[in-house]
């Protein structure tokens, strides 16, 4: 897949390093075997850049964010490589009873590691050119991984099988790299593939937030409680406007300007005023990563709706 290589502009950099934004991956179907590539975790963390020089240590988030004042226990990365010069490609991942526990991230910020799993620029040079797996033995290079950062391993070929064992071990998937594949900051390719590793569920629409420029917005799913309704979040991912339009044509307003009766867990109060109530008539099976310990859906995604009465 060719790709124009984006530019810099000009003197932007952070501690004497060009500043990039990271590569990003396209979604895969199912799991898969390949010789032409390369399969790791997939971390389930904040992704990060970490520009490390003798000039200090700065940890740059997707959104252009710093984070090194959020985790400062990774300020110990930076004497790990000393006079080097070094851009690093990877995850600040929160480890709890020996998994990662990407809810422990905020409870506890000084029990987390950067995981590396490229490096882009070297000694004052750009490694972007350089097949992946050309990137892979100079980042396995660059230094003694240990303590605060650690080094993601990799295993040729054999994807599925790597696959089962994260979903054994409730990881939350598998990336699939080509193992010739060059280094696109800031873009989305089919070089590099998730594929992750979802729960099922279904839930109950109890209401729906409106949204601009589209027919709902967002539901708000609930599961069913021996008591009523508990709601566990809202799903726009997969909300396609078939359904949109079908849901809107038959959910049911309630009179009242508040929640079904029996329905726990709101939202915040903002959001509440906000949201349209409607009868607890349409389920939804819907994808998830996984259920947070205060019970709410991450990355939920609607898989179909379902006609049936709730009660």
Same mark, same amino acid.
């Given at each position: ?5 984006? +530019? ?13 934004? *990271? ?23 904040? +992704? ?16 252009? %964010?710093?984070?090194?004042? %959020? &985790? ?18 990877? !995850? ?7 998994? $990662? ?65 994260? %979903? ?8 699939? %790299? ?5 280094? &696109?900051?800031?873009?989305? /390719? ?43 979040? +809202? ?13 809107? !044509? ?21 959001? $509440? ?7 607890? &008539? ?9 259920? /947070?310990?205060?019970? +709410?859906?991450?990355? *939920? ?11």
């Amino acid at each position: 897949m060719k790709q124009d290589r984006p +530019r810099l502009r000009a003197g932007e950099a952070i501690l004497g390093i060009p500043r990039m934004s *990271p590569m990003l991956a396209s979604a895969a179907p199912s799991p898969f075997d390949g010789d032409d590539w390369l399969f790791e975790l997939k971390w389930d963390g904040y +992704r990060c850049l970490a520009y490390i020089s003798p000039q200090g240590l700065y940890l740059d988030s997707r959104n252009g %964010k710093p984070l090194l004042p %959020k &985790f400062p226990v990774l300020s110990s990365m930076a004497p790990a490589l000393r006079s080097r010069e070094v851009l690093l490609d990877g !995850e600040i991942v929160a480890m709890k009873g020996g998994k $990662v526990d990407f809810s422990y991230l905020r409870t506890c910020p000084d029990s987390v590691l950067f995981v590396a799993f490229d490096v882009l620029w070297l000694d004052g040079g750009s490694l972007l050119e350089l097949p992946l797996h050309g990137r892979k033995d100079a980042l396995s290079d660059c230094m003694s991984w240990g303590g605060s950062a650690i080094l993601s391993q990799t295993v040729e070929a054999e994807g599925r099988a790597l696959f089962s064992w994260a %979903k054994e071990q409730d990881m939350e998937g598998v990336m699939a %790299k080509r193992r010739d594949s060059l280094y &696109f900051p800031g873009q989305r /390719t089919t070089d590099w593939l998730k594929l992750k590793n979802l729960h099922e569920g279904t839930f109950w629409v109890v209401g729906y937030l409106p949204s601009p420029g589209r027919l709902l917005g967002s539901l708000v799913a609930a599961e069913k409680v021996s008591d009523g309704f508990r709601v566990v979040g +809202r799903v726009s991912s997969g909300l396609n406007r078939d359904y949109e339009k079908l849901l809107l !044509e038959s959910l049911r307003p309630l009179d009242s300007a508040g929640p079904p009766a029996g329905v726990a867990a709101l939202p915040s109060k903002a959001e $509440v005023r906000q949201i349209r109530w409607v009868e607890p &008539f349409y389920g939804v099976e819907v994808d998830f990563t996984e259920m /947070t310990p205060d019970g +709410r859906l991450r990355h *939920p995604v609607l898989r179909e709706v379902v006609t049936t009465h709730a009660g």
